[in-house]
């Protein structure tokens, strides 16, 4: 039983592969531009009873911006699929056809869209992360955004699945730290008491807590926080 399992994983890889190097080929015969062009056929389409979707908004597609290696490439249909971490482009073949591919990380700097700027960044395994990047001056915030599928019981009995609605892990990043934020209080261990006494009583008195925060909300805190003496003890 096993063999056969395994028999069938090849011949299923086998094909999947075979169908990205067939799709590459031809995408490079229309003459299209190698560096954007560049990714495997996206697959992921849940169940059409699947409540909610895999994307950071909607499911529709939205024009944005691409930096690959230094290249930009504006008004390209753009979205992020969050639950599997993907930048999938959709476009018309020279023939007419709309195709879907997950783009390949390999030398994409960044992106824009939703009036949000996203970069892309490789550990030492040459593993990529997808981070929203709101900066002033030398810091910034990373915002990781994610969600999951969970089964959930309807009123009948019927076993439903559902997405959750986007969600972001909050990182600072600070004298080329990473920090991740969880509560008002985090910024103790990055700055001195008498800083972080002044960061906690801003976000207090703006009634700001960091898991219901706004870009604008992440873009203020960060002019207050280069308006004072962060070293101050």
Known sequence: MRTVYYRIAFVFLFVVVNMQLIVAQQLRNQGLDDFLYNGRIYTYFPPHNVKGNQFL???EFVEGTLWIKGECYSK??????????????????????QQMIALSMAYIDSFYIDNKVFIVEHDEDDNYSFYQLIEHNSISFHLKWFN????????????????SESTR?????????LYELKRRKSFKKIFSKKASSKIIKYLKNNKL??????????RNLLIYINSINVDEV
Request: no cysteine; hydrophobic share 35%.
């Open 209 to 218: 807590k960091l898991s219901k925060m706004q870009d604008d909300d992440f």
């Open 57 to 59: 908004n909607t499911k």
């Open 169 to 177: 892990k909050v990182l600072f990043v600070y004298n080329g730290k």
């Open 76 to 97: 390209v249909l753009l979205n992020y699929d969050i639950y599997n971490q993907q930048l999938v482009l959709s476009f018309k073949t020279k023939l007419g056809a």
């Open 148 to 163: 999951t599928l969970s089964l959930k019981s309807s009123a009948n009995g019927t076993i439903e699945y559902e997405f």
